[in-house]
C-alpha cells in the first residue's frame, strides 16, 4: 500500500513546476509530455471558454435557468484524467468536470443547449446543467446527491472485471462528496472487489460555503484511503502533468488487477459554489494566491518554454475557440424545447 | 403586525423558540456562515453561537441521526436539508430509527426536519421534488406543509414544540412569493389541523402547499362562471384532519383533491379513498384528483409547465366536476 505522498512542497507552487512533472511523465507509459500539454492547453481552455459563456453571459441573460456549476480554475483535473482515459474507459464525472465530457467527444453544442433545456442537448431537456450523461460513450450522469456516484462506479468497475475487459472506470468528486456514507460504502466495496476503478478527488477546500476543516477532521482525503486498503495519493490538481501521471499510474494498476486508488488533487473553487453565490465567505487573500496557480496559464508557461508552441500559436488556439464556442451558441438558440406532449415519454421502456 | 415572507415568518418561528427554549438547536449544512442555502438561518451564528448553530459535513443520515441522539438527550433539534431531494439520504434514520423510537421502546424523539421542496423554479429532477408520501405513510412521524406565512410561522413554533418527530415542508416557490401578516407576539399553529382558505358552495378543494394558491387562482376565474370552490388548507399531512375534508365534501358535494406530487401513491388517494367511504352518500360526482403526472420533475420550461398542475388545469377539472 502506497503511504500518503505529503503535500506541502506541492503548494508552493514554482513556474518551474509544470516542466519538472511534465518531464515525470516519460516515465509515465501514455502520452508524450509535448502531447499531454498541447491537448491538455485546448481542452482546458476549451472548458474555461464554455463555462464563462455559460455563467457570466447565457445565465446573466437569463437565456440558462437553474443551476450553474463551474470548474473555474480546476480544470486540470477532469482534463488531466480524460487524457489518462482510454477512450473504451467509463467515465463518472462530477458537476465542476465539463472538461472530461469534452476530452470524451461531448461537443460545445450539445453542452449549451442542455444547459438551455433544449432537445439537442445530451438530456433532451429532461436534465439541466452538469446532470448529463451518454450511455453510447460511456459517461454517466451524476444524481444531485453527492456521493452517490462512488458505488455506482464500484459497480461498473466489478462488473466489467467480471466480463474480463480491459476496460477500467474513473470517477471523480468533491472533498464534500467523501462526508457521505454513500462515498464510504462505495470505497470499501471497491476495494474489498479490487474493482478496477480510479477514484479521483477534486480538493477544491470548499462544499458550497463549507470549508474543509469543517467537512472532516483528517488533514488530508488520501488520508482516508489506507483505512480501506487502498493507495492514496496526493497530488497537485492545478498541474495537467502530474494529474496525468498519477491518473495514469493508478489506472496501470486498475487494469493489473490491483484495485482501486484514490488520487486527491489539490486546488481551488475560483468562483461561488455556483452561479447565484458570490463567495464572499472566501477570505480574500485565497482567491489572490490561487489566482496565481490558473492551470491554464501554468500549462502555457510550459509550452511556451519547451518550444512546443509559439505565442501566437496559443492565441490562434484561444481564438478558435471563441469561434466555436459562438457557432455552438447560436446552434443551440436554433435547438427547439422539447414538446410537452413528450413529458410522459420514456418513464419505462416503451412508454408513451 | 407585520407583513412577512414566508421565508421570514419560518426564520421567525425558529429563532424565537431558540429564545424561549435553550434546548433547541439547528443542525445542517451550511447553516451558521453563510446562513442556509435559502437564509432561513441568517444571522443565528451572531446571535446562538456554533453549539446552538451547528454545520455539518455533506452527511444528512448523520445530520438526523446525530438530532436523534440530541433529542434523547434532552435537546429540541431543527436538522436542515438543504433540499428536501435528499432526504433520501436521511432515510434510514427518519423511517426506521426516528418514526418507530417512541412505540418500539417508549423513547420520544421530539425533533423537526425541516425540507426545503417543490418545483417551478427550474431546478429539474433533483431540486423540484415533493417527497410528503414517501413520510405520511410512516407511522410515528407527522408531516407538515404550510402554505402561507402566519402557518409557516405558527406551525413551525408547534412543530419544534411538538414530542414526536416532525417533517416540515417548506416550499420553495412560496418563499419569498408569499407575504402575510404575523403578530409579533407568541402564538402558534396547531398541527393536525386543515384550515379553510376560502369558502365556498360547490366543490371542495382539497390542497396544501403551494397549490393552494393555485386554487385561489382559479376560485377567482371560477367564480365568475358562477362556480364556488371552497378551499381546505390541509397544513398537516400527518395526521390528516379527517373531519375538516369531510366536512367540507359534505358541504359541497363535490370534491378535488389537488396536489403538487405526483399522482400514483400521492397523498391524495388516500383522502379521496377516505371520502369514498365516509361521506360517498353526500358526494354527487367521482371524487377527482389532480397531480402532477407519474414523472421524474423535468427541467426544460415547457416539460415543467407541462408537469405541474397549475390554475388551467384546476379550472377544467372544477368545470368537468360542475357539469357532472
Ligand atoms: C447529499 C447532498 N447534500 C447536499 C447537496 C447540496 N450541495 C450541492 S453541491 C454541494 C457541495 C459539494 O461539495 P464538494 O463535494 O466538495 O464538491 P465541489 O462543489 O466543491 O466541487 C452541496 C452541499 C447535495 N448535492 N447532495
Avoid at chain 1, 486508488?261 to 461561488?272: A, P
Wanted: a negative charge; hydrophobic letters at 40%; glycine letters at 10%.
Amino acid at each position: 500500500m502506497a503511504a500518503v505522498k505529503p503535500v506541502g512542497p506541492l503548494l508552493v507552487e514554482h513556474a518551474g513546476a509544470s516542466r519538472a512533472t511534465a518531464a515525470e511523465t516519460d516515465a509515465v507509459e501514455g502520452l508524450s509530455p509535448e502531447e499531454i500539454a498541447l491537448r491538455g492547453h485546448y481542452y482546458m481552455a476549451l472548458q474555461r471558454e464554455v463555462e464563462d459563456r455559460i455563467e457570466r453571459k447565457l445565465y446573466r441573460q437569463g437565456k440558462i435557468l437553474g443551476g450553474v456549476y463551474v470548474g473555474r480554475g480546476q480544470e486540470a483535473i477532469c482534463v488531466g484524467a480524460g487524457l489518462a482515459a482510454e477512450e473504451e474507459d467509463w467515465l463518472y464525472p462530477c458537476h465542476r468536470d465539463l472538461g472530461l465530457y469534452l476530452v470524451r467527444g461531448v461537443t460545445p453544442r450539445e453542452i449549451f443547449a442542455q444547459y438551455m433545456g433544449r432537445v439537442g442537448g445530451l438530456t433532451r431537456g429532461r436534465e439541466g446543467n452538469m446532470h448529463m450523461g451518454d450511455l453510447k460513450r460511456r459517461i454517466v450522469a451524476i444524481i444531485s446527491a453527492m456521493a452517490a456516484s462512488v458505488p455506482v462506479a464500484a459497480g461498473t468497475a466489478m462488473a466489467l472485471k467480471f466480463q474480463g475487459s480491459r476496460q477500467i472506470v474513473f470517477n471523480i468528486f468533491g472533498d464534500g462528496a467523501t462526508s457521505r456514507g454513500d462515498w464510504h460504502e462505495g470505497i470499501n466495496l471497491a476495494s474489498v472487489q479490487k474493482a478496477p476503478v480510479v477514484f479521483i478527488c477534486n480538493n477544491n477546500q470548499y462544499a458550497y460555503s463549507t470549508p474543509l476543516e469543517k467537512q472532516m477532521a483528517c488533514e488530508h482525503v488520501a488520508d482516508r484511503a489506507p483505512g480501506y486498503g487502498m493507495p492514496g495519493e496526493i497530488v497537485d490538481g492545478n498541474d495537467v502533468f502530474a494529474v496525468y501521471n498519477a491518473v495514469q499510474r493508478a489506472a496501470g494498476r486498475a487494469r493489473a488487477g490491483q484495485g482501486p486508488s484514490l488520487i486527491e488533487c489539490k486546488t481551488f473553487r475560483m468562483t461561488g459554489h455556483s452561479a447565484h453565490d458570490g463567495g464572499d465567505y472566501v477570505p480574500e487573500h485565497l482567491w489572490r494566491e490561487w489566482a496565481e496557480k490558473c492551470p491554464i496559464q501554468r500549462v502555457e508557461r510550459t509550452l511556451l518554454e519547451c518550444g512546443w508552441a509559439s505565442r501566437e500559436e496559443l492565441d490562434a488556439t484561444h481564438a478558435r475557440i471563441r469561434r466555436e464556442a459562438d457557432e455552438a451558441i447560436a446552434w443551440a438558440e436554433n435547438s427547439p424545447y422539447p414538446d410537452p406532449s413528450t413529458l410522459t415519454h420514456d418513464v419505462y421502456e416503451g412508454s408513451r | 403586525m407585520a407583513e412577512v415572507t414566508y421565508l421570514e415568518a419560518i426564520r421567525q418561528g425558529i429563532w424565537e423558540e431558540m429564545e424561549r427554549d435553550a434546548s433547541v438547536f439547528c443542525i445542517g449544512e451550511d447553516i451558521g456562515v453563510y446562513g442556509g442555502a435559502f437564509k432561513i438561518t441568517k444571522g443565528m451564528l451572531q446571535r446562538f453561537g456554533e453549539q446552538r448553530i451547528v454545520d455539518t459535513p455533506i452527511s444528512e443520515s448523520a445530520i438526523v441521526g446525530a438530532a436523534i441522539g440530541a433529542s434523547f438527550a434532552g435537546m429540541r433539534p431543527v436538522a436542515e436539508m438543504q433540499f428536501s431531494d435528499f432526504i433520501t439520504c436521511a432515510f434510514d434514520q427518519i423511517v426506521n430509527f426516528a418514526a418507530k423510537t417512541r412505540y418500539r421502546w417508549n423513547a420520544p424523539a421530539p425533533l423537526v426536519v425541516r425540507a426545503p421542496s417543490g418545483g417551478g423554479i427550474h431546478g429539474g429532477p433533483y431540486h423540484s421534488q415533493n417527497p410528503e408520501a414517501w413520510f405520511v405513510k410512516t407511522p410515528g412521524l407527522k408531516v407538515v406543509e404550510p402554505a402561507t406565512a402566519y402557518d409557516a410561522k405558527g406551525l413551525m413554533k408547534s412543530a419544534i414544540r411538538d414530542n414526536d418527530p416532525v417533517i416540515f415542508f417548506e416550499h420553495k416557490k412560496l418563499y419569498r412569493a408569499v407575504k402575510g401578516e404575523v403578530p409579533a407576539s407568541d402564538y402558534t399553529v396547531p398541527l393536525g389541523k386543515a384550515r379553510l382558505h376560502r369558502e365556498g358552495k360547490h366543490i371542495a378543494v382539497i390542497t396544501y402547499g403551494a397549490m393552494v394558491h393555485v386554487a385561489s387562482e382559479a376560485a377567482t376565474v371560477l367564480e365568475r362562471e358562477g362556480v364556488s370552490l371552497e378551499i381546505l388548507d390541509l397544513r398537516t399531512l400527518l395526521p390528516l384532519d379527517e373531519e375538516a375534508i369531510l366536512a367540507s365534501v359534505k358541504k359541497c358535494s363535490r370534491a378535488l383533491v389537488l396536489h403538487e406530487d405526483t399522482l400514483t401513491g400521492g397523498i391524495g388517494g388516500e383522502i379521496s379513498a377516505r371520502i369514498s367511504e365516509k361521506a360517498f352518500e353526500w358526494l354527487d360526482a367521482p371524487v377527482v384528483r389532480l397531480a402532477a403526472p407519474d414523472t421524474p420533475v423535468p427541467f426544460a420550461p415547457p416539460l415543467e409547465q407541462a408537469f405541474l398542475p397549475d390554475a388551467n388545469k384546476v379550472i377544467e377539472k372544477a368545470r368537468w366536476l360542475a357539469a357532472y
